[in-house]
């Protein structure tokens, strides 16, 4: 049975750091795409960073100020949010991509504001 577990979420003043991370079990992590999606209130979930076969992709909103990364041994991946911006306050759920179906998380609340 697929599982991802999301920590790391909270509240955070603007400019602050983060970090998230995603525990993953039930299936075989490293030959898989990772990857971290948010959602705010009243918009579409959109992707945030995304991992796999030595790629990295961000979305512009994040480039140069997140950073995604995986250690294949622990079955986990993390989200170093860096110069964090009102407009990133969203529900961050992780995500693993297994044959073209995605496997997603609960989500974590990240809240930046003063």
């Known amino acids: 049975q697929v599982q991802l577990v999301e920590s790391g979420g909270g509240l955070v003043q603007p400019g602050g750091s983060l970090r998230l991370s995603c525990a993953t079990s039930?299936?075989?992590?490293?030959?898989?795409?990772v990857a971290w999606y948010r959602q705010a209130p009243g918009k579409q979930r959109e992707l945030v960073a995304r991992?796999?076969?030595?790629?990295?992709n961000y979305a512009d909103s994040v480039k140069g100020r997140f950073a995604i990364s995986r250690d294949n041994a622990k079955s986990t991946f993390t989200l170093q949010m860096n110069s964090l911006k009102p407009e990133d306050t969203a529900v961050y759920y992780c995500?693993?991509?297994?044959?073209?179906?995605?496997?997603w998380g609960s989500g974590t609340q990240v809240t930046v504001s003063s």
């Open positions: 995500c693993a991509v297994l044959s073209g179906n995605n496997y």
């Open positions: 039930g299936f075989r992590f490293s030959i898989y795409p």
């Open positions: 991992i796999g076969g030595g790629i990295t």
